[in-house]
């Protein structure tokens, strides 16, 4: 679904400039292990953990005694393996903090590598992806009663046993084994310590200090200040992919900032706050929504003494009057996006015939990522309001559910469109990545002759940085576009900051195509995960009865149902290889 890297990393980066290798090779190791971690949460953690409740041997409407201990007993191998992960992420948030602290140290800038202006915010967008991991697990264990209820129950039995540990047949080294790693869990995963425990960490060691480095916290707030106008300029626009997702990582920066260095920044911090009044709500997984006010106010504590209580009063009333617009523009917002999914869908399928000259590779890379666009907005759209409702037990009339599932099929006729055209979607893909990588390249060559004839007059250490960087790009943009070398690339495109090298309008250029070819890359795997319905197997019991019913209502419409079935077959999908806390197969 997207083109794999067969070489490492060692042998990506290869410049002249040893000591730049380094740099880009360490950063570029912690990040694309961020990503490792940021899929495997998704693929084997998440899941478990939002169903667990969901089935279990019932008498009588409840479960049968003992059903609770032994679903909580099904899950402890689980749950160690998630104390592990987590433990990776906060050794990994550390040793990047580090890293960037040893990069960003005076010592370094006198004798190693020039650093001032660099502003490697890729690595900084890296931490924040690890820390949305945290602040995602934090909310599940948050919202699941069920699992604190078992979880109490079974360490009850576990305590019961300890008096007698013989006739259960057990030893007593093995009993007490088995309580100390409940304590382990429960002191690395409940009550919120996920996240807590990576703020207080003890980032300060030998011949590195975090927390004393003013450079660091210089750099560190102007990458926050970027990323939060990158995700102002697009959250609930026309043009909204990943942003609101990334919110939540932003927000645990600006938490880990403050852990570290005990700096307010009062203008940028209301900045964040007053998001709520584009975003209040954010879908995380499942049928779990997060609150960044909520967040921010529980977790900052500085935010307690910077808002006063008029401000802090204002969050409430927004966010119910967000949602009563929602509801309100539901009918104009399904015939909207009726009329552009359809007229899109008609292109798709014409315009798929043409020839491979460049206006037309430029026309379909527009087409497939108005496709994408037009996917986010209403996942985003049905996922909000309808988890959101869900949260906040407030019902919804059937004239406003009937439209959800009129946008979510929607929804999943793109994804069908896409399917039906995948051998061209994939022919075309290859040749867009190499049309944007002609178009970055052409503004590099221009970069490497301006600096080339400065050097000639006036030599300098930050030139040669540059020069690498440039050098670095053009090499690993002939070549597929995998997920490696655009990671290395975006890194090196941070140390092109030397003056009339490259002008604004080029930089932007660049970071735009970027972005683009990041899209247009991984278009598969990005349709797959946006068009996937499984959130519905939470709102099952409301939802799928009146659907039907709606359907045996209106015979014509009978049509609909293949799409209806398709988004059950995915729930399903879901429950069946995620769940671990019973047996389904029994």
Same mark, same amino acid.
């Given at each position: 679904?997207?083109?794999?890297?067969?070489?490492?990393?060692?042998?990506?980066?290869?410049?002249?400039?040893?000591?730049?290798?380094?740099?880009?090779?360490?950063?570029?190791?912690?990040?694309?292990?961020?990503?490792?971690?940021?899929?495997?949460?998704?693929?084997?953690?998440?899941?478990?953990?939002?169903?667990?409740? &969901?089935?279990?041997?019932?008498?009588?409407?409840?479960?049968?005694?003992?059903?609770?201990?032994?679903?909580? =007993?099904?899950?402890?191998?689980?749950?160690?393996?998630?104390?592990?992960?987590?433990?990776?992420?906060?050794?990994?948030?550390? #040793?990047?903090?580090?890293?960037?602290?040893?990069?960003?140290?005076?010592?370094?800038?006198? /004798?190693?590598?020039?650093?001032?202006?660099?502003?490697?915010?890729?690595?900084?967008?890296?931490?924040?992806?690890?820390?949305?991991?945290?602040?995602?697990?934090?909310?599940?264990?948050?919202?699941?009663?069920?699992?604190? &209820?078992?979880?109490?129950?079974?360490?009850?039995?576990?305590?019961?046993?300890?008096?007698?540990p013989a006739e259960y047949g057990l030893e007593d080294t093995k009993l007490r084994s088995l309580e100390k790693i409940l304590l382990t869990l429960e002191g690395k995963l409940m009550d919120g310590r996920v996240l807590k425990n990576?703020?207080?960490?003890?980032?300060?060691?030998?011949?590195?200090?975090?927390?004393?480095?003013?450079?660091?916290?210089?750099?560190?707030?102007?990458?926050?200040? !970027?990323?939060?106008?990158?995700?102002? $300029?697009?959250?609930?626009?026309?043009?909204?992919?990943?942003?609101?997702?990334?919110?939540?990582?932003?927000?645990?920066?600006?938490?880990?900032?403050?852990?570290?260095?005990?700096?307010?920044?009062?203008?940028?911090?209301?900045?964040?706050?007053?998001?709520?009044?584009?975003?209040?709500?954010?879908?995380?997984? =499942?049928?779990?929504?997060?609150?960044?006010? *909520? %967040?921010?106010?529980? /977790?900052?504590?500085?935010?307690?003494?910077?808002?006063?209580?008029?401000?802090?009063?204002?969050?409430?009333?927004?966010?119910?009057?967000?949602?009563?617009?929602?509801?309100?523009?539901?009918?104009?917002?399904?015939?909207?996006?009726?009329?552009?999914?359809?007229?899109?869908?008609?292109?798709?399928?014409?315009?798929?015939?043409?020839?491979?000259?460049?206006?037309?590779?430029?026309?379909?890379?527009?087409?497939?990522?108005?496709?994408?666009?037009?996917?986010?907005?209403? /996942?985003?759209?049905?996922?909000?309001?309808? !988890?959101?409702?869900?949260?906040?037990?407030?019902?919804?009339?059937?004239?406003?559910?009937? #439209?959800?599932?009129?946008?979510?099929?929607?929804?999943? $006729?793109?994804?069908?469109?896409?399917?039906?055209?995948?051998?061209?979607?994939?022919?075309?893909?290859?040749?867009?990545?190499?049309?944007?990588?002609?178009?970055?390249?052409?503004?590099?060559?221009?970069?490497?002759?301006?600096?080339?004839?400065?050097?000639?007059?006036?030599?300098?250490?930050? $030139?040669?940085?540059?020069?690498?960087?440039?050098?670095?790009?053009?090499?690993?943009? !002939?070549?597929?576009?995998?997920?490696?070398?655009?990671?290395?690339?975006?890194?090196?495109? #941070?140390?092109?900051?030397?003056?009339?090298?490259? !002008?604004? &309008?080029?930089?932007?250029?660049?970071?735009?195509?970027?972005?683009?070819?990041?899209?247009?890359?991984?278009?598969?795997?990005?349709?797959? *995960?946006?068009?996937?319905?499984?959130?519905?197997?939470?709102?099952? *019991?409301?939802?799928?009865?009146l659907y039907l019913a709606d359907l045996y209502s209106n015979p014509p419409d009978a049509h609909r149902l293949h799409v209806r079935y398709n988004r059950t077959a995915l729930c399903i999908y879901e429950f069946l290889f995620c769940?671990?806390?019973? #047996?389904? %197969?029994?």
């Amino acid at each position: 679904l997207a083109p794999s890297e067969q070489a490492t990393l060692l042998t990506l980066v290869r410049t002249d400039h040893k000591i730049f290798n380094k740099v880009i090779l360490v950063f570029a190791a912690l990040c694309s292990e961020v990503m490792e971690l940021r899929h495997k949460a998704v693929t084997k953690f998440y899941y478990p953990l939002v169903m667990y409740g &969901e089935g279990g041997r019932l008498e009588d409407g409840v479960l049968q005694d003992g059903e609770a201990q032994l679903m909580m =007993g099904r899950m402890v191998p689980v749950l160690q393996d998630l104390a592990n992960f987590v433990g990776r992420i906060h050794d990994l948030v550390r #040793h990047t903090l580090q890293q960037l602290a040893a990069f960003y140290s005076a010592e370094n800038s006198r /004798t190693v590598m020039q650093s001032q202006g660099i502003v490697l915010q890729t690595v900084f967008e890296a931490i924040g992806d690890a820390l949305a991991i945290l602040i995602t697990l934090d909310e599940i264990f948050k919202a699941g009663d069920t699992f604190r &209820e078992h979880w109490a129950q079974y360490k009850r039995v576990v305590k019961s046993i300890r008096g007698a540990p013989a006739e259960y047949g057990l030893e007593d080294t093995k009993l007490r084994s088995l309580e100390k790693i409940l304590l382990t869990l429960e002191g690395k995963l409940m009550d919120g310590r996920v996240l807590k425990n990576c703020l207080v960490q003890i980032f300060d060691v030998q011949h590195v200090d975090v927390s004393k480095n003013l450079l660091l916290n210089d750099i560190f707030l102007a990458s926050m200040r !970027n990323i939060f106008l990158q995700l102002d $300029s697009r959250i609930g626009e026309q043009n909204e992919m990943t942003q609101r997702h990334r919110l939540v990582g932003l927000c645990g920066l600006l938490a880990l900032h403050f852990s570290i260095f005990n700096i307010v920044d009062k203008k940028f911090s209301k900045q964040v706050w007053d998001v709520y009044k584009k975003l209040p709500a954010v879908y995380l997984v =499942g049928d779990l929504i997060w609150f960044p006010n *909520e %967040f921010m106010w529980n /977790t900052i504590t500085y935010f307690c003494q910077l808002l006063d209580k008029k401000t802090t009063q204002l969050v409430d009333p927004a966010r119910v009057n967000y949602f009563n617009t929602l509801t309100q523009g539901i009918v104009r917002t399904c015939q909207s996006m009726y009329i552009e999914v359809s007229s899109w869908m008609i292109r798709m399928e014409s315009a798929l015939k043409a020839t491979k000259e460049s206006s037309a590779v430029r026309q379909r890379a527009s087409l497939f990522l108005n496709g994408l666009l037009s996917a986010y907005r209403i /996942t985003h759209y049905v996922k909000t309001m309808m !988890n959101y409702h869900s949260h906040m037990r407030k019902p919804m009339t059937k004239s406003t559910l009937l #439209h959800l599932c009129k946008l979510l099929e929607l929804l999943k $006729s793109i994804q069908f469109t896409f399917h039906r055209c995948s051998l061209n979607v994939t022919d075309f893909t290859y040749y867009i990545v190499q049309t944007y990588q002609a178009d970055i390249i052409s503004i590099i060559e221009g970069g490497i002759a301006r600096i080339t004839a400065m050097q000639q007059t006036r030599y300098s250490d930050k $030139s040669l940085d540059t020069v690498a960087a440039l050098q670095l790009m053009k090499t690993l943009l !002939n070549g597929p576009g995998t997920r490696e070398r655009r990671l290395v690339v975006s890194l090196a495109f #941070h140390f092109l900051n030397q003056p009339k090298v490259l !002008n604004g &309008e080029e930089m932007s250029n660049i970071h735009g195509i970027l972005k683009k070819m990041e899209a247009i890359s991984e278009l598969q795997l990005r349709v797959r *995960e946006v068009c996937d319905c499984g959130f519905l197997y939470w709102h099952k *019991e409301v939802l799928v009865p009146l659907y039907l019913a709606d359907l045996y209502s209106n015979p014509p419409d009978a049509h609909r149902l293949h799409v209806r079935y398709n988004r059950t077959a995915l729930c399903i999908y879901e429950f069946l290889f995620c769940v671990v806390h019973i #047996h389904l %197969f029994e």
